[in-house]
């Protein structure tokens, strides 16, 4: 279990523009520099598994058994050190009852969160500010920082914000699929032209209270702006180049060179980095897939099997490792090695062919690594790069 990470995590944030040489050892032994380094994904949509019936983020579990990516075992296994765990809100109705709704969910979701760290102190730790990661995986415990994706819960009172603020949230995004009282979502509606004003002063309370905001999802117009509005930097939990597949939740060279150009990070998405193919045995067993938590223990088991054998015969697209580090090597050559991470959406759709648990991401180490990057500049990719940002977020909100 890591252990030790620690002088290096605050030379970076200290000077993260600065490129470390390229040491000729450091791909050498990739696995054992991997232990050593401070590793944090920006986008785990783990937390909805804690709804299945007895689902246990402690109890090791398989992607070929139940779908699912990430627990305690496989990061251990893994080498993550944990990540910004998110509460997500399916985008309902814009009115009173849905925004009553969406709160009571994630609500629920963020005391699940808080449940299972209280329930396992020695395992995990609730993070605030960006020197907690380091101090808290030196303790062998993995990060737990709190994400929204999707602010609608707040619904028309931005004092919510600080109400989750207060509960531990350090990054929000303001939309999902759908376009809501916040702003315009890439596949929603262009109803605000990108913020509403609501979205706007939820611009200004994010950068006021010290919470990251997260611009995946959002419409174009809607990233221009946040990257306009915003006083501090913004990143891209989970998101991908366009330039490699033209999709709407994936962004322009341009757009990407702005972000970068305001200290902004892109956390690279293993989602939407290839045309989606049929998958005619998916479908149709997501009807019963549905139900499936109303299903006796027994047969909830077998159908889950069941459902985690169809998509591991029929992925979503072609998209492999080599694929998604092509991604990343195109980001860093776009953007430079100070405005990459990863993200890669676990337990929210994401994984490759070659890299669909957690267990497997020391490739992605050994990858870059390979490519030539430094130690330094891995440990950039994998933490660094978004503490510089959320210790600037936090500068700006004078916290």
Partial sequence: MKSTHRPMLGLMLASACMAGPVAAQDASDPAAIHQSILTLDTHLDSPANLDQP?????????????????????????????????????????????YAVALAHALKRLHQIHDFVAANPQSFAIATKSSDAARIAAAGQRVIYLSMENSYPLGNDIANLDAFYQLGLRMAGPVHNGTNQLADSTNGEALHGGLSDLGKAWVREANRLGIIIDASHAADSTFDQLLELSKAPIILSHSGPKALHDHPRNLDDARLKALAAKGGVIQVNSLFLSPDKPRPTVDALRPQIETADS??????????????EANAAEPRSDTDFDRYMQAIFYCIDLVGVDH????????????????????????????????????EDVEKIWSGNVLRVMAEVERVAGK
Wanted: net charge negative.
């Fill in 54 to 98: 007895g689902w246990r983020i402690t109890d090791r579990h398989d992607v070929l058994a139940d779908t699912t990516q990430v627990d305690l075992p496989r990061m251990i296994e893994g080498g993550l050190d944990g990540g910004f765990w998110v509460i997500y809100t399916d985008q309902g109705p814009n009115d009173a009852r849905g």
């Fill in 340 to 375: 990459v991470g990863i993200g890669a959406d676990w337990d929210g759709g994401g994984g490759v062919i070659g890299l669909n648990q957690i267990s497997q991401i020391p490739k992605i180490t050994e990858a870059l690594l390979k490519r030539g990057l430094s130690r």
């Fill in 295 to 308: 299903l006796p223990p027994e047969e909830r088991t077998a159908l889950m099997k069941q459902w985690a």
